[in-house]
Every structure is written in C-alpha cells, then in structure tokens.
C-alpha cells in the first residue's frame, strides 16, 4: 500500500552499507506553465517508486520511477492534448564530498524533497514542444484556421510590394 508524503526521512530506515529498499509513495505534484500554458498533470497525486541504497560513505544512491500525464493544450494548433511521461531519475547523496555531481539538491539531513523531485525530473522528460499528435500541422499564420482539419487549405500568394507602383500605370 503506497503512502502519500511530500518528503520522506532516510533516517528511520536504518539501512547498512550496501543494503537497500524500495518504497512505494503518493506524491501530489502542481501544474506546470509551459510558453504561458498551462499544464495539469493527471492524476494530481502520482504513484511512486523510491529505491534506497546505503553507499559504503554513509551516503545514499537514490532512484525514483513514475509515469506521469500532462494535460494541457498543444502548442501548434492549441486543441486538447494528453501527454504521458515514464520517469526514472537517480541522485546521489554523499554527505561530505567534494565534489557537487554526489551532493543532491534534493537531500537536506536525510530527507529527500520528494515533491521537487518529481517536478523537476518529470519537467527534465518533457519534450521541447507538447503536441495533440506527432503529425500535428498547427494553425495558418495568415489567418490562424486549423490546419489540421483543413489540410487542403491555402491563401493567394500576396503581390510583391516592389511592383506596387507598376500596378498603379494606367496604360
């Protein structure tokens, strides 16, 4: 059974050097503002997986598996899309290092910011542009119609500017 939490403490699970668990969590997660869109993330509470391993350092190797859906519009033709994500992202906690790759933002005295963490990995899946669909040919510059209900749809090439004063002879 999963349980929700925004945070979860290492402390209590008492783990030794090499030894592991995996923990299943609910983990609530806000909507995203994508180029001024808004994006919610459906179901709002996500099931998660989090995988706990003790370094041999008193640090931790971290992992965190979910699949999410994002629903929001597309940004080509700005009808209805759904989008689903699988994350699976690792981070390191090794308290002391010197190094900044084995200190994780994450991890603050043991407990992991689960909420944060899950937001930023489902935002570092996300693709550069949420489509309805792969193929999705978006709106006509000129005058915004859908094109992907009008695939035929055309405009008359606008006249060069440069024979305007040509078209103005009366011969």
Not at 40 to 55: E, F
Not at 109 to 125: A, K
């Amino acid at each position: 059974m999963s349980q929700s939490a925004e945070t979860f403490d290492l402390g209590p699970l008492r783990l030794s050097s090499g030894e592991g668990r995996s923990i299943d969590l609910d983990v609530a997660v806000q909507e995203f503002e994508l180029s001024s869109q808004t994006y919610a993330v459906t179901p709002p509470i996500v099931p998660v997986r989090l995988d706990v391993s003790r370094t041999t350092a008193n640090g931790y190797a971290l992992r965190i598996r979910f699949e999410a859906t994002l629903d929001g519009p597309c940004m080509r033709c700005l009808e209805p899309s759904s989008n689903s994500f699988r994350v699976d992202a690792r981070e390191v906690e090794q308290p002391g290092a010197r190094d900044e790759e084995l200190d994780s933002p994450y991890v603050t005295d043991e407990v992991i910011d689960l909420t944060g963490w899950v937001r930023d990995s489902l935002s570092l899946n996300l693709p550069a542009q949420l489509l309805c669909r792969d193929d999705c040919a978006g709106l006509c510059a000129v005058c915004g119609e859908n094109l992907n209900e009008q695939p035929d749809h055309a405009h008359a090439p606008e006249p060069d500017p440069r024979w305007a004063k040509l078209r103005e002879l009366e011969l």
